[in-house]
């Protein structure tokens, strides 16, 4: 039977490390609107021309980034691809602009 | 379950796909697709329109404990076989921890008793994440019978064996290329909402929404009430699609702003019923507002025939709610945490409450919801409120420190639990119930590994008051001490006052713990009779409709089975005590709390032909057992040195008598009797060495200690040991008297089987001593004949059939009812599809049942089983 796990007390909750967060640019079918994608919590929204739009999200974890994919789907949108990339404004070696 | 009727017409295509899974070889129908392609619009539909009776569970994310889970899916399964679900139910309670197989087992069993057909939907599976209700579901694939149908509807595919049922023909899926609306379907749609559109326009529509459904439905509102549908359409411009937020725009952007505000305010809720919708917008015309809602046809969806219960669709809900600011948002979480207060609903009320960030409310409705949630077993569903709450708030309330630690001690965490009662009573100065509780917890405990159980009870009982459930496990400790003290007669007592209160406290999981501490009381104090008696009452209410024993019966089983042995009646004790082993296992019921039975268990197989299994019965194999109540020490190794003496193996014996220590922690109470116990069997090496003038020494030491203690049932033991002694060295006069002895302490409570174990050099001189119980001694000489020709026999059971399966004497469950009809059947020759017209059930159910018949016999063809039954006289 599984084990419950109860947390013990602690002095103070622990805070995330800000260095350990990655950015990811999500993909969805159609275009959103910004009211959407601020109550979804994405840094940047970007509508392509090809009808798409693109999300760029900062997730503290995996179990972050699997939870922000769930809320997509159930806002019933098309995921299209994930990517992980470097912090916009940051480029790495050797990429063109 | 959602009513269905929404007005897209009936969709031939998918109820030609959806017939398919009521085929015989469908274990499984899954709609997946994400949401709003219509997935429950489709299920019901096709429900309807097939006239089929149904038990629908809509599924949330708090369904992801498996007892709160079971108890919905019960319910659920009611509606469409009333009375079902009691066993399955009673799995459940304090200190309840089945296995899945075992409740997808009861559940299965249950549902056997007709084979009218049905379709069980779980809707919205994706919410579930916990591996035992996964665990349970796919018990109920692999092995419901043809005439259930299960249905999961879900947003993602489940992980079950899909790929596996898929492969071999088992599984009929509605996937979103299957729900997509076709145009036909769409124009079919748009007329009954009232928008025409010529064929081209219905051609870009559901281009544009890819026929989704949700998407269809939202574009139909806006066009409804306006003139130029065509430039609207057109006016869709652009090439790509649609998300549901835009053409909800367009959709809200119509209505007015009363319904629209309405509307927003209600959709904090995932259920709301007039009265919430009031209380949440102030409104006291919500009826209205509700009834205007559900004519624009805006994804209202009615959750019972009453129409009580509302809710939105999902896409809808979360759409409303991104229009939410934060002070109004955390505004309607409050009133909705208080409305479902008031009705009575805490699990909702927890969750409003958790999300307004407002720890006080969130702590109050989970202090006073807490206890219930324990009582029922749903421990998950605890361990979840509390996590939410600061650890540093629930540590310092008492309510949610003592329901903490109890949590703790029943999911086997002891150390844990045992740190938060410490903790919790040294800091607090007040002592009330809830510290009551916690005192319990500790003196349960230390009946195992401290000295002041009875102390620590005795505070625990004057702090909790009228509360019977845990009156009952506080004089489970009290009795415990004293039994390990060696007072049988004051332990019975108390142990007599524990069982009263649970009887009291109504609920199974709390009566049977009692019965396995006062059946031990009882045996070795001298009432064998009266535990018999009171686990037969126990058995009585416990049985299901082929008079079998329930699982949670598990201890009055085990029980049964020791003081069977006890009057020597072998088929019945092992029968009863193997049950009970089984059932106290499936229901994860610690192997620490069994410890005394255990040896009754390898004596009464070693007894009845099946010496590798007694041994067997000694090892702890396996994944460790949870315990649920305080560890009992085996009787291990002296055990087997019995089974080893009655192999004649005196060798083996007597190196074990040369090392013997007892099993237990240092200082715990428990050495003594132990020491008692194992200073028996050490005596029984010695005999049988020929060493008599020691085996006289222990005896006589064991015996004043024991005549001290009160234990009738060892004293009996140690006379007949002490007869056998006096025997071997010549002294006849005296082993007839201490025979006597024996034979006075046995006669009233029918204390066969001790005779029979050491006395079988003493045998011939019951003659001698019949006069102080005739019949009594009647009944030794004959049991003494008995004994060389026992056998594994296959007695019959007046309520059905009682089977042994050959060689390991592994007793086998009784046929039902129906499959007696089956059997009768079969032995006329009857095909399975005689069978299944003589019963009026489809070809599969005949099968299944034919299948089970033949696995209760142990047979592996038909010829086979009717031999079995033949010879078992069923047939």
């Keep these: ?97 | 379950m959602p009513v269905s009727g929404s007005g897209y017409g009936e969709r031939a295509r998918l109820n030609a796909i959806l017939d398919r899974g009521l085929d015989d070889n469908v274990r499984l129908m899954l709609l997946s697709a994400p949401p709003g392609y219509g997935k429950t619009l489709a299920l019901a539909g096709w429900l309807e329109s097939r006239g089929l009776a149904r038990a629908w569970l809509s599924l949330d994310a708090a369904d992801n404990d498996l007892a709160r889970f079971a108890r919905y899916l019960v319910a659920a399964l009611s509606a469409v076989r009333p009375g079902t679900g009691d066993a399955t139910a009673d799995l459940f309670g304090p200190g309840a921890a089945p296995d899945p197989e075992l409740v997808g087992a009861t559940l299965l069993d249950e549902l056997a008793a007709s084979d009218d057909p049905f379709v069980l939907v779980l809707d919205d599976y994706q919410v579930i994440a916990a591996e035992p209700i996964h665990r349970l579901v796919r018990v109920l694939i692999e092995r419901g019978p043809p005439f259930v149908h299960l249905v999961l509807l879900t947003r993602e595919d489940p992980p079950l064996p899909l790929a596996r049922l898929r492969a071999h023909g088992r599984l009929v899926e509605l996937r979103v290329d299957d729900l997509r609306c076709t145009d036909e379907e769409a124009s079919r749609y748009l007329a009954l909402a009232g928008v025409t559109l010529a064929p081209p326009l219905v051609r870009r529509l559901v281009e544009r929404t890819e026929g989704w459904i949700a998407g269809l439905q939202l574009a139909a509102i806006s066009m409804r009430d306006r003139p130029n549908t065509d430039a609207m359409v057109e006016a869709f411009g652009g090439s790509h699609r649609f998300v549901f937020d835009y053409l909800a725009d367009e959709v809200l952007d119509g209505v007015d702003e009363e319904l629209r505000a309405f509307l927003v305010q209600t959709s904090i809720a995932e259920r709301f019923t007039v009265e919430l919708c009031h209380a949440l917008t102030g409104r006291d015309d919500a009826g209205s507002l509700l009834e205007r809602a559900e004519r624009a046809n805006l994804f209202l969806v009615p959750l019972d025939t009453e129409r009580r219960w509302y809710r939105y669709h999902g896409l809808f809900a979360d759409y409303l709610r991104s229009h939410l600011e934060e002070p109004e948002r955390r505004a309607l979480h409050e009133r909705a945490a208080d409305w479902f207060d008031g009705a009575g609903l805490a699990s909702e009320a927890i969750g409003h409450a958790l999300a307004t960030d407002s720890v006080e409310k969130a702590l109050d409705l989970v202090e006073r919801a807490a206890r219930r949630a324990f009582e029922a077993g749903e421990l998950s569903t605890l361990a979840g409120w509390l996590e939410a709450l600061p650890p540093e708030r629930v540590a310092s309330s008492p309510e949610l420190a003592s329901w903490t630690a109890w949590a703790l001690f029943e999911t086997g965490q002891v150390a844990a639990a045992l740190d938060l009662a410490r903790r919790h009573l040294n800091a607090s100065g007040v002592r009330g119930p809830a510290e009551g509780r916690l005192l319990v917890l500790q003196a349960l405990m230390a009946t195992v590994t401290g000295s002041d159980a009875e102390s620590l009870a005795d505070e625990g009982l004057r702090l909790i008051g009228e509360d019977e459930l845990f009156r009952s496990r506080a004089y489970q400790a009290a009795g415990l001490a004293r039994l390990a003290r060696g007072e049988y007669g004051p332990a019975v007592e108390t142990l007599r006052e524990g069982y009263a209160a649970a009887i009291r406290a109504r609920h199974p999981m709390a009566v049977l713990p009692a019965v396995n501490a006062l059946g031990n009381a009882l045996d070795v104090a001298g009432h064998r009779d009266e535990a018999e008696a009171i686990c037969r009452s126990i058995l009585e209410g416990q049985t299901d409709a082929y008079g079998r024993a329930r699982p949670i019966a598990w201890s009055a089983r085990m029980v049964l089975g020791i003081v069977r042995y006890e009057a020597n009646d072998l088929v019945e004790a092992r029968r009863e005590l193997e049950a009970g082993f089984e059932a106290a296992r499936s229901l994860g019921v610690g192997r620490p709390m069994l410890g005394w039975a255990v040896p009754y268990l390898a004596l009464v197989r070693q007894a009845t032909g099946s010496p590798e299994a007694a041994l067997e019965a000694l090892r702890v194999s396996g994944p460790e057992v949870i315990s649920t109540g305080p560890p009992l020490p085996g009787l291990g190794a002296e055990t087997e040195a019995r089974v080893l003496l009655m192999r004649s193996d005196v060798v083996a014996a007597a190196r074990w008598a040369d090392r013997a220590t007892p099993e237990a922690p240092p200082g715990s109470p428990l050495l003594d009797v132990l020491r008692r116990s194992m200073d028996l069997t050490i005596a029984r090496v010695r005999l049988a060495q020929g060493r008599l003038a020691e085996a006289r020494v222990l005896l006589d030491q064991t015996r004043a200690a024991q005549e001290a203690a009160g234990a009738i049932a060892e004293l009996i033991s140690i006379g007949v040991l002490e007869a056998a002694v006096a025997e071997a060295a010549g002294q006849r006069a005296l082993a007839s008297r201490e025979l006597e002895r024996s034979v006075t302490l046995a006669a009233a409570g029918g204390y066969i089987r001790r005779f029979v174990d050491d006395g079988g050099s003493v045998a011939h001189l019951l003659p001698l001593v019949r006069r102080v119980a005739p019949v009594f001694v009647d009944e030794l000489s004959a049991a003494f004949v008995a004994e060389p020709t026992r056998g594994a026999a296959a007695p019959k059971d007046a309520r059905g059939a009682m089977l042994w399966q050959d060689g390991d004497g592994q007793p086998l469950e009784t046929l039902t009812t129906r499959e007696l009809d089956v059997l009768r059947l079969m032995a006329q020759g009857a095909s399975n599809a005689d069978i299944a017209a003589g019963l009026t059930v489809s070809l599969g159910t005949a099968k299944w049942h034919v299948g089970h018949v033949l696995a209760k016999l142990g047979a592996t063809s038909r010829t086979q089983a009717l031999v079995r039954a033949q010879q078992l006289g069923l047939v």
């Design chain 1, 1 to 97: 039977m599984q084990r419950l796990a109860f947390r013990e007390a602690r002095a103070s909750p622990p805070t995330p490390n800000i260095g350990a967060m990655e950015h990811y640019e999500i993909r969805v079918a159609g275009h959103l609107g910004q009211r959407r994608a601020q109550v979804l919590g994405c840094e940047e929204l970007r509508l392509l021309p090809g009808g798409d739009s693109q999300l760029t999200f900062v997730a503290v974890d995996q179990a972050a980034l699997y939870g922000l994919l769930t809320r997509l789907r159930d806002a019933g949108l098309e995921l299209l691809s994930v990517e992980r990339v470097a912090a916009p404004g940051r480029r790495t070696a050797g990429e063109d602009r």
